[in-house]
């Protein structure tokens, strides 16, 4: 057996026993807590995960600076993995081009030479090809590295250390966000605008309570390296900053462009951020395709360098707008970016903050940088004073140094006991060279010293000072400010805002023309839409045998109901009917209604109105108009009949009072209100009969009174209506003398 130790003191090849449910959770948690804090989440203080921030550090210790040269991303990537990253070499590189991107970064850490992809989604060349740098931004959050302003900690291999965070000159996390799964928890932070960051944290330094709603003042809301218009409203941006999660709503920055003649082309020239132009100008070729978009005749990509999407429209008729916003709805030319701002805080704790806390944090971490680098730098310069102070006391006793250092034995122990020496100033005065001993040298260190004693007073002050430290942070932030200024390229802001147009779109009847038919429906279930309206109905011509049932006057952006016997509404667009040049098509090639069944009623959907059916048996209900839409050709149920019953009337709810007659010539008046609204059902008693059953109904207002038509189409009044009200489901009176012998209200069955 090997003599070979576990760290716990178990023999290498010893067997523990453990309950799986332990095991596994221990493990699972394991690696939960290492894809939370190593790969997934970022700093809240330098918003790098850290194979970012070990990027930057590699590239810093390769000395890849503004100024200097590029150099192979291989080189860089080969030290990150072999000094800093024990993991895939691909995925090393592939964090690096995206610290690279100005479309996916909106202020690029890293400056790279050759192709390291586009916005179609294209990759990177290899990474023996291309060469990186670092740019400005990316300098800033590692300046004062050296200065003690970070904890360091050692690497996989312990053969080196690491920066555990960057001192972060730059407030990274919203300037350039970050996204991110770890296990259970997510990341999403849109960039930001410097200019807006730093305005927003020089307010939070002179008021540390200020409200989000105050913030925002500072800060619009996201800025992305992509640009495109935000349309989220400012309540819902509010919500979104004050916990930390929700979205913006993004939308393809477009124009219009005269091509001549009256007609025009859409030229888009800004898409959503993370959106692959690509995928995106394959998705509007299958909405044309597919015809889902019947008015978009054709799209172009046009890009050069800057995004040119041309949308060619089929007709100079239809409006750019229109055209737009159904594209909006149907592509990603809108798109929605998430905000989760999931942070690892100074503690390494995951958490959702909000704005104010994001700054906050950020805030701190550079008044901790400050004071790191300022004690050290205090440090210094009292090591150096030590050193001065000593070398004053040798030049004020110049010719007995000399004679101790020329005759002592032990000439550093006689200077330390005779001009009270440390023993770091007894060796910087042996280690003196003889032509450092003139006037001029001396003259020089007291210089030296009278300037650094003042540089200590002032860094003592600072450190005692919470105003101090302050304003030297405001001063931080408004350099970050000039330098990343709005009136510069980079800095100016490239996401505007805007309100959502109020245009309530149908898609299913948005891009028709709009024109005058009249629908036709004959008693045989033959249907067709004559163009114009037609007054004279005598002039249609109808197959042998054949009549006019119902005759609708319409507009082709119009859905026409139809309302069968059996008690359901059936829809259909008037563009979808054929035209009045034939005598049309069956209707029940259009809807599902059977051959026992026949229409009973057909008219214009009107959403805001109120309907009254009726069945044989007499009953019935209300129902509002907008719940009969049916979506498919079978149909909606509404008036639910059974056995021999059908419906046998719709009309029109106008005004107070309900009144029907029934096969017995019996009619019956009461208040429309005795009617309940219903959805579907068989509804209520609506009129009691011995004999037959329900024949018409009606509605009319009280102050006009009762009329009929008669077989000549003259409207007659109804005297003494007043005489035929009762109870809702009672028997009711005779018809008056003269009444229509149809036992009908009106004999034209249209909805008035």
């Given at each position: 057996m090997s003599d070979k130790k576990t760290p716990g003191g178990l023999p290498s090849n010893a067997i523990i026993e453990e309950h799986i449910d332990d095991a596994l959770s221990s493990r699972y948690l394991a690696y939960a807590l290492s894809t939370i804090t190593m790969r997934a989440l970022p700093d809240v203080r330098d918003g790098l995960k850290p194979v970012h921030r070990r990027i930057l550090y590699?590239?810093?210790?390769?000395?890849?600076?503004?100024?200097?040269?590029?150099?192979?991303?291989?080189?860089?990537?080969?030290?990150?993995?072999?000094?800093?990253?024990?993991?895939?070499?691909?995925?090393?590189?592939?964090?690096?081009?995206?610290?690279?991107?100005?479309?996916?970064?909106?202020?690029?850490?890293?400056?790279?030479?050759?192709?390291?992809?586009?916005?179609?989604?294209?990759?990177?060349?290899?990474?023996?090809?291309?060469?990186?740098?670092?740019?400005?931004?990316?300098?800033?959050?590692?300046?004062?590295?050296?200065?003690?302003?970070?904890?360091?900690?050692?690497?996989?291999?312990?053969?080196?250390?690491?920066?555990?965070?960057?001192?972060?000159?730059?407030?990274?996390?919203?300037?350039?966000?970050?996204?991110?799964?770890?296990?259970?928890?997510?990341?999403?932070?849109?960039?930001?605008?410097?200019?807006?960051?730093?305005?927003?944290?020089?307010?939070?330094?002179?008021?540390?309570?200020?409200?989000?709603?105050?913030?925002?003042?500072?800060?619009?809301?996201?800025?992305?390296?992509?640009?495109?218009?935000?349309?989220?409203?400012?309540?819902?941006?509010?919500?979104?900053?004050?916990?930390?999660?929700?979205?913006?709503?993004?939308?393809?920055?477009?124009?219009?462009?005269?091509?001549?003649?009256?007609?025009?082309?859409?030229?888009?020239?800004?898409?959503?951020?993370?959106?692959?132009?690509?995928?995106?100008?394959?998705?509007?070729?299958?909405?044309?395709?597919?015809?889902?978009?019947?008015?978009?005749?054709?799209?172009?990509?046009?890009?050069?360098?800057?995004?040119?999407?041309?949308?060619?429209?089929?007709?100079?008729?239809?409006?750019?707008?229109?055209?737009?916003?159904?594209l909006f709805k149907l592509s990603q030319l809108?798109?929605?970016?998430?905000?989760?701002?999931?942070?690892?805080?100074?503690?390494?704790?995951?958490?959702?903050?909000?704005?104010?806390?994001?700054?906050?944090?950020?805030?701190?971490?550079?008044?901790?940088?400050?004071?790191?680098?300022?004690?050290?730098?205090?440090?210094?310069?009292?090591?150096?004073?030590?050193?001065?102070?000593?070398?004053?006391?040798?030049?004020?006793?110049?010719?007995?140094?000399?004679?101790?250092?020329?005759?002592?034995?032990?000439?550093?122990?006689?200077?330390?006991?005779?001009?009270?020496?440390?023993?770091?100033?007894?060796?910087?005065?042996?280690?003196m060279r003889l032509r450092a001993l003139n006037k001029l040298q001396e003259i020089e260190i007291q210089a030296e010293y009278d300037k650094l004693d003042a540089e200590k007073k002032e860094i003592q002050s600072l450190l005692k000072s919470d105003k101090k430290q302050w304003a030297s942070i405001a001063e931080e932030m408004k350099a970050i400010k000039e330098t990343y200024s709005q009136k510069t390229e980079l800095g100016a802001r490239r996401t505007t805002f805007a309100d959502e147009p109020n245009i309530e779109i149908d898609l299913a009847t948005a891009f028709i023309t709009k024109e005058p038919v009249t629908v036709v429906l004959s008693s045989k279930g033959w249907i067709r839409a004559m163009k114009g309206k037609v007054d004279d109905i005598s002039s249609l011509k109808f197959k042998e045998g054949d009549s006019a049932a119902f005759v609708v006057p319409a507009e082709t952006t119009d859905k026409i109901i139809l309302f069968g016997s059996n008690g359901k509404f059936y829809t259909i667009g008037a563009d979808k009917l054929p035209g009045g040049r034939g005598n049309g098509e069956p209707v029940r090639l259009m809807i599902d209604l059977q051959d026992d069944h026949v229409p009973v009623g057909l008219f214009v959907h009107d959403e805001n109105r109120e309907l009254l059916v009726g069945s044989s048996d007499g009953y019935g209900f209300r129902v509002a108009e907008k719940d009969i839409i049916a979506s498919t050709r079978g149909g909606k149920q509404v008036l639910n009949v059974k056995?021999?019953?059908?419906?046998?009337?719709?009309?029109?709810?106008?005004?107070?009072?309900?009144?029907?007659?029934?096969?017995?010539?019996?009619?019956?008046?009461?208040?429309?209100?005795?009617?309940?609204?219903?959805?579907?059902?068989?509804?209520?008693?609506?009129?009691?009969?011995?004999?037959?059953?329900?024949?018409?109904?009606?509605?009319?207002?009280?102050?006009?009174?009762?009329?009929?038509?008669?077989?000549a189409g003259r409207t007659n009044a109804v005297k003494d209506w007043h005489l035929l009200e009762g109870k809702r489901a009672g028997a009711g009176r005779m018809a008056p003398r003269g009444f229509s012998r149809s036992n009908a209200f009106t004999p034209d069955k249209r909805l008035s």
């Open positions: 590699a590239m810093r210790q390769l000395k890849l600076n503004p100024e200097g040269a590029h150099k192979k991303c291989a080189r860089i990537v080969g030290d990150v993995m072999g000094q800093y990253h024990p993991h895939g070499d691909q995925s090393i590189y592939d964090a690096l081009v995206k610290l690279s991107q100005s479309f996916s970064a909106r202020y690029p850490l890293v400056d790279g030479q050759g192709n390291f992809g586009n916005i179609d989604g294209d990759s990177a060349a290899a990474m023996r090809y291309t060469e990186a740098k670092m740019t400005s931004a990316g300098v800033a959050l590692l300046a004062g590295i050296d200065e003690d302003s970070v904890d360091f900690v050692a690497t996989y291999n312990e053969e080196d250390e690491e920066p555990q965070v960057l001192p972060a000159g730059f407030p990274n996390l919203l300037a350039n966000g970050s996204t991110g799964i770890a296990v259970g928890m997510a990341t999403s932070i849109p960039s930001h605008n410097v200019a807006e960051i730093c305005d927003a944290a020089l307010h939070l330094i002179k008021t540390p309570k200020a409200r989000i709603e105050t913030l925002m003042q500072y800060i619009k809301g996201p800025d992305l390296p992509t640009g495109g218009i935000i349309v989220e409203s400012k309540e819902s941006m509010l919500d979104a900053y004050s916990t930390g999660k929700g979205g913006f709503k993004v939308r393809a920055r477009w124009n219009v462009e005269d091509t001549g003649r009256g007609t025009y082309q859409i030229v888009v020239t800004e898409i959503p951020y993370q959106v692959q132009k690509s995928r995106l100008i394959e998705k509007l070729a299958e909405l044309i395709e597919n015809k889902k978009v019947p008015w978009l005749a054709d799209v172009r990509d046009e890009s050069a360098e800057d995004v040119r999407i041309v949308l060619e429209p089929k007709s100079k008729n239809i409006e750019a707008e229109l055209l737009m916003e159904s809108e798109n929605r970016v998430s905000l989760n701002m999931n942070v690892l805080d100074s503690t390494r704790t995951p958490r959702v903050m909000n704005l104010r806390e994001v700054i906050q944090s950020f805030l701190d971490h550079r008044r901790v940088v400050l004071q790191r680098r300022s004690k050290q730098r205090l440090s210094k310069i009292e090591d150096r004073m030590e050193v001065l102070a000593g070398y004053r006391i040798a030049y004020l006793n110049i010719d007995e140094v000399i004679r101790i250092i020329r005759f002592e034995d032990d000439p550093k122990k006689e200077l330390m006991k005779a001009f009270k020496l440390t023993e770091r100033q007894a060796d910087a005065i042996l280690n056995g021999d019953c059908e419906a046998v009337r719709c009309v029109a709810v106008s005004g107070d009072k309900v009144a029907m007659i029934g096969e017995n010539r019996k009619i019956l008046v009461y208040d429309i209100d005795e009617l309940p609204v219903m959805t579907r059902g068989k509804g209520v008693r609506l009129q009691k009969y011995k004999d037959g059953g329900l024949a018409d109904l009606t509605t009319f207002s009280s102050s006009d009174g009762l009329t009929y038509v008669d077989s």
